[in-house]
């Protein structure tokens, strides 16, 4: 993976999808309609340094960028951009599509994550302007990655390989496989993380227990579907492509394709 800097930049493809760098866990300050915003004399808008929510991050063709939504004015101005290489054989090579994306919180940086159809997980730092880590397992298209709402290096993915994965983001490490084809994923807030739900290819709705670890397996523990509860099986015809749970309201939206 490549990176570079620049001023201007056009994805020349499908958007698949764009994330704000918000963290309700560390960053405490209001935002959106609720934020005011207070600014230092030389016009530059003052900032808890844990607030990162003025970071937007994109996916789309081969490449992810990373843009300031704050200090340009009207418009959004190109902080990071980074652009995979092409896979396959001399001759016969493709460029891979980032379909999904996520942020995650380190000390001192914030972490954006991108996967699709190259199989790999990109950890990408903007503090240091690189690629940390790739991470490796899955031998099919990610389709959804989601960090965990309290372990702030855990990180939740699901595949097109019939399987999802839990990772240390730091150590590179698949800790879990749950053995289920699912299209999306999504951690319930109000268990911290020790449950997530999924939805699948032909609408099926399925939550999961996350087992405890009290140290990292030397490999990664098997979950069966079996060890799921379906919660709804008959509504939907088609794959849901995208699951948001609303802490507050404990409401379940749901995107189906």
């Known amino acids: ?23 309700p866990k560390h960053n405490k300050t209001s935002f959106g309609l609720d934020h005011v915003k207070v600014f230092e004399k030389r016009g530059a808008v003052k900032r808890d340094p844990m607030d990162n929510s003025n970071i937007l991050g994109t996916t789309g063709g081969p490449q992810a960028n990373v843009y300031d939504n704050e200090h340009c004015g009207d418009h959004l101005d190109i902080m990071s951009h980074f652009l995979l ?16 994306c996520c ?11 991108t996967a699709g159809t190259d199989k790999m997980i990109h950890v990408l730092s903007l503090a240091r302007s690189k690629e ?7 031998n099919h298209t990610v389709t959804d990655i989601q960090p965990h709402p309290d372990k702030d290096e855990y990180l939740l993915s699901a595949s097109k390989d019939g399987t999802m994965r839990l990772w240390n983001i730091v150590t590179g490490k698949c800790l879990l ?15 911290k993380g ?10 099926e709705i399925r939550e999961w227990d996350v087992p405890v670890l009290e140290s990292e397996p030397e490999e990664p523990i098997v979950v069966l579907a079996n060890d799921s509860r379906v919660l709804q099986s008959s509504l939907h015809t088609a794959r849901i492509g ?5 802490d507050k309201l404990k409401t379940m939206a749901m995107i189906i394709h």
């Not at 054989?89 to 599509?97: I, N, W």
């Not at 020790?194 to 609408?203: A, K, M, P």
Request: charged letters at 25%; proline letters at 5%.
């Open 242 to 246: 995208e699951f948001m749970i609303e």
């Open 1 to 23: 993976m490549r990176l570079r800097r620049i001023v201007k930049e056009n994805h020349s493809s499908e958007i698949n999808q764009m994330a704000f760098c918000l963290n």
């Open 194 to 203: 020790r449950t997530f739900v999924t939805g699948s290819y032909n609408g």
């Open 132 to 138: 940390l880590i790739r991470l490796s397992g899955h």
């Open 85 to 100: 290489d092409p896979v396959g054989d001399e001759g016969a090579e493709e460029l891979p599509e980032m379909l999904t």
């Open 177 to 191: 496989i749950f053995e289920y084809k699912a299209s999306t994923v999504c951690f319930n807030p109000d268990t």
């Open 103 to 113: 942020w995650m919180h380190q000390p001192q940086d914030a972490i954006f994550v």
